[in-house]
């Protein structure tokens, strides 16, 4: 296409000129580009719910407050950047909120270290849920097999 940018609108130009319409598409990709990053950064696409259940909300609305302090947090740590919308970038987001993801990330973790009284309950939710199917596992012969062979001390499996 020659370096083209086709813009397609039902409004006529005495509504909305070429140069608006062209500054208001690449506003909205920008806000494609956040939706992605929120995607590719945060998993903000995947909730450990249903779709329209009240939990779903909960895990978006997280998702969404991370993000927030996560934005506020690199703003902060790369105040001279330069990442405003309206100037040339010289730099994406992508590697700034890596960066500050994982510090983050560590110092949530600090905040929260492992108990041992809740470990029980962490397997419990991180189990499969009862299915009608079981699950799968090993035939009883090669079970059979293997303790065989631990008891000869030819493995530790």
């Not at 909305?16 to 995607?39: D, N």
């Not at 996560?70 to 040339?88: C, G, I, V």
């Amino acid at each position: 296409m020659s370096e083209w940018v086709l813009i397609f609108t039902s409004l006529p130009p005495e509504v909305l000129c070429t140069t608006t319409a062209s500054a208001l598409y690449r506003v909205r990709w920008q806000v494609e580009l956040v939706i992605k990053r929120l995607k590719s950064l945060l998993n903000v696409d995947e909730l450990r719910a249903h779709k329209g259940s009240k939990l779903a909300e909960l895990y978006l609305h997280g998702k969404l407050l991370y993000a927030a302090v996560l934005e506020k947090m690199t703003q902060s740590r790369f105040a001279n950047a330069k990442r405003k919308l309206d100037n040339p970038r010289r730099l994406t987001d992508w590697r700034l909120w890596k960066t500050v993801a994982n510090d983050l990330n560590a110092g949530i973790k600090a905040c929260f270290p492992v108990d041992a009284r809740f470990e029980d309950d962490n397997i419990k939710s991180l189990s499969e849920r009862p299915r009608k199917r079981t699950l799968q596992c090993l035939p009883s012969p090669i079970l059979a097999l293997l303790n065989q062979c631990r008891e000869m001390a030819l493995s530790r499996v």
